[in-house]
């Protein structure tokens, strides 16, 4: 076998140890333990996220942000690294460089970062509420009658699908290849470059199709856009966003509907005022952020970080996870929980996400959409039972079993009205979103 591909000698890094392996059941049962145990070499600790990659993770908090905000000494570039790194190896959909506001650095980030923000904010937050409400209506009607569930695939996965489907113009007989497009990249499975070439093919003919004839969609907006994207930087930003957005806000659904369903002070069901859905969203941010560990950056030059020998084009990367649970907490909140401006779960720095609204306002609509519709929902399996997607990015049930009184009727929707929009994206032209 190849030794790992690092990009470093070996030893290089703050331990000799067998590098703990991110990828796998025993990870996903188990990512805390993880944590405590790489936390105890330092503040960067050596992992295996791939059989035959090794990285760096940042597990110490104040480390975690002097990396994400220190542009001199990290380029967000893979491609020296990458040099090294099997060209069918399963992280490279996620960490292999393409011509993105992800992999980019200054002027060049500037112009597709611009171009993004500007897309997302044509998203109009009062629409795009009622849209994922609406939405969230038809997918539980069409399993509430049943009195069982699983709310990833039959709820979860659906809504950040449909928004992103819905808002880029895909055709709708194309949504099943984004979804799988989108989780095999996250997942990290044999089989992940297929799945993201073939979502690129999805995204490449949307695009095709646009320049010819224009839509009413972010797709034609992007294309349109000032930064003047030619084809290829407008499939690569658009399929950034799918993928950035779907996984991770799926998942802080899942993650978020789960905490309250497990919540021991309300007996595991959401009868008798269950916590709220902000707050299951914002201890799921500090405890379990949907993306755990990723803001890959690569040292421009050999140098040391916080103690710790690094080499030019070493992946590093950061475990928000484990750097946002740090205990004693040395975030600026020490008392953790009281606020959601320390946490680190939308990263930091010039590469923070940018939709953290949009995708707040998605997480809170559904959950709130289905607590209250189906109102005595419980958990079928004990919490501990509960099986998790392997791959070392994110953080996500594969299933959410769950049992609930059936309902013949959906009951009308209360306290969320639902005005009957189609399109969350109103005008394409109207306004000059962020300047
Ligand atoms: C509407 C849904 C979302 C969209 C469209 C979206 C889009 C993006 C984009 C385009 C980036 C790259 C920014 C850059 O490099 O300049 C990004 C980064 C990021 N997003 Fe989001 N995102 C969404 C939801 C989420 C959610 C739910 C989370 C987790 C709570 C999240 C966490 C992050 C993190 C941690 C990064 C940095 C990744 C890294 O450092 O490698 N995002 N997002």
Redesign the pocket.
């Known amino acids: 076998m190849t030794p790992p591909a690092t990009g470093a000698s070996p030893g290089a890094g703050p331990s000799l140890l067998e590098p703990l392996a991110l990828y796998g059941a025993g990870f996903a049962a188990d990512p805390h333990g993880h944590y405590r145990r790489l936390r105890d070499q330092g503040p960067l600790a050596r992992v295996r996220i791939a059989p035959d990659v090794d990285a760096l993770l940042v597990t110490d908090y104040h480390a975690a942000v002097d990396l994400?905000r220190d542009t001199e000494t990290f380029t967000?570039d893979p491609r020296a690294w990458q040099a090294g790194v099997p060209a069918d190896s399963p992280v490279l959909p996620v960490l292999g460089h393409r011509p993105?506001?992800?992999?980019?650095d200054g002027a060049v980030?500037a112009r597709?970062?611009g171009a993004?923000n500007d897309t997302?904010a044509l998203?109009e937050p009062h629409l795009l509420r009622a849209e994922v409400a609406k939405v969230a209506q038809r997918l539980i009607a069409a399993f509430s009658a049943t009195g069982t569930g699983d709310l990833i695939a039959q709820y979860a996965r659906g809504l950040?699908l449909h928004?992103?489907t819905a808002s880029f113009g895909v055709d709708p007989r194309d949504t099943e290849r984004v979804v799988r497009g989108t989780a095999g990249m996250m997942d990290s499975v044999e089989g992940a470059p297929a799945a993201y070439d073939d979502l690129v093919g999805v995204v490449t003919d949307l695009v095709a199709a646009r320049r010819r004839r224009p839509g009413r969609d972010l797709t034609t907006y992007l294309l349109e856009h000032p930064a003047g994207l030619d084809d290829n930087e407008a499939v690569r930003?658009i399929t950034?966003?799918?993928s950035?957005?779907?996984e991770?806000?799926t998942?802080?659904i899942g993650n978020a509907l789960l905490r309250m369903l497990s919540d021991t002070g309300y007996g595991g069901s959401l009868h008798g005022g269950a916590m709220t859905a902000r707050e299951a969203v914002d201890d799921?941010?500090w405890r379990d952020?949907?993306?755990a560990n990723?803001?890959?950056h690569f040292p421009r030059h050999d140098t040391e970080f916080h103690g710790v020998p690094l080499r030019a084009g070493q992946l590093v990367l950061?475990s928000?996870a484990a750097a946002n649970t740090q205990s004693p907490p040395t975030g600026s909140d020490p008392a953790g929980r009281s606020g959601d401006g320390a946490h680190?779960?939308?990263?930091a720095g010039?590469?923070?996400?940018?939709?953290?609204q949009?995708?707040?306002l998605?997480?809170m609509t559904a959950i709130e959409q289905l607590t209250s519709q189906l109102c005595d929902l419980e958990l079928a399996v004990e919490p501990g039972a509960l099986v998790w997607r392997p791959g070392p990015f994110h953080r996500a049930p594969a299933h959410l079993p769950v049992r609930f009184t059936p309902l013949d009727t959906l009951p009308e929707p209360g306290a969320m009205s639902v005005p009957d929009v189609s399109d969350p994206v109103p005008n394409r032209v109207g306004g000059t979103p962020n300047g």
């Open positions: 994400l967000k993105t506001a992800l992999f980019t980030h597709y970062r993004v997302l998203i950040p928004v992103f930003q950034l966003i799918m950035s957005g779907h991770p806000t998942n802080l799921v941010l952020p949907p993306i990723m803001g890959a950061v928000f680190l779960a939308w990263s010039p590469h923070r996400c940018p939709a953290k949009p995708a707040l998605m997480a």
